[in-house]
């Protein structure tokens, strides 16, 4: 079946170490994926696209790789400040004929950064 | 400039009752998405609109679910009648035209809809 795993159990590191976030998929050939961050009682806060032809990504403090051979995606968030506890959404991004896309979600992974 | 809004924020009703939700997209966003969370379960895809065509239901659930978005605006989402297994958090998402801003969808802040 089709389906997006993302670590399960809840993160917590120390204040500016550096937190990397998994996510795996299978039976799928994204286009693109998404990385979006969702605070308590918020809907989901775009961070991060990257392109099946892109090995990494970078923002600020987050970077992003994408290996479409292992099917996995790795989201970083560097030099960690508390700011940054939340949880993290994968999300592959499937592009359909016309104008057509659709986002497919992993569960989250929470990230709690410890002052 | 405003964000994508969402009304009521939060819903509690009785089973075989309706309840209708409203999404306001930000202004000029033709594509919006309607997704919902069940607990304990990921974001799911229901329904993307680009104006006021529906350009993908393949997620809604079922007939009792009807979505509209009269003038390409706001967007309404009805579920008529509610079931216990509708209880969840429905969001509304919008992005600009295809040839803006490649993928990146803004994010209502949700309705929590309880069915008791």
């Known amino acids: 079946s089709q389906k997006i795993e993302q670590n399960s159990e809840a993160l917590n590191i120390q204040e500016g170490k550096t937190a990397t976030l998994t996510c795996n998929y299978t039976?799928?050939?994204?286009?693109?994926l998404q990385w979006y961050r969702q605070d308590p009682g918020r809907g989901p806060v775009f961070l991060l696209l990257i392109r099946e032809n892109e090995k990494e990504k970078r923002k600020e403090r987050l970077k992003v790789t994408f290996d479409t051979t292992l099917k996995q995606s790795l989201f970083h968030v560097t030099a960690s400040q508390p700011a940054d506890s939340a949880t993290y959404l994968c999300?592959?991004?499937?592009?359909?004929?016309?104008?057509?896309?659709?986002?497919?979600w992993g569960l989250g992974t929470s990230l709690a950064v410890n002052p | 400039e405003a964000g994508v809004t969402q009304f009521p924020s939060h819903s509690v009703i009785e089973k075989g009752q309706t309840v209708t939700l409203r999404c306001d997209p930000i202004?000029?966003?033709?594509?919006l998405y309607w997704y919902r969370r069940v607990m304990g379960k990921e974001i799911k895809f229901l329904l993307h609109f680009v104006k006021e065509s529906k350009q993908d239901e393949s997620g809604m659930p079922n007939n009792r679910f009807l979505a509209e978005r009269t003038g390409g605006t706001y967007s309404t989402l009805k579920v008529q009648p509610a079931e216990l297994e509708d209880s969840g958090v429905y969001f509304c998402?919008?992005?600009?035209?295809?040839?803006?801003?490649?993928?990146?969808?803004?994010f209502g802040p949700g309705t929590r809809l309880t069915v008791t």
């Open positions: 039976n799928y050939s994204p286009a693109y």
């Open positions: 998402a919008s992005s600009p035209p295809s040839t803006g801003r490649l993928g990146e969808q803004y």
């Open positions: 202004s000029g966003h033709d594509n």
């Open positions: 999300a592959l991004d499937i592009p359909r004929a016309g104008n057509n896309r659709k986002l497919i």
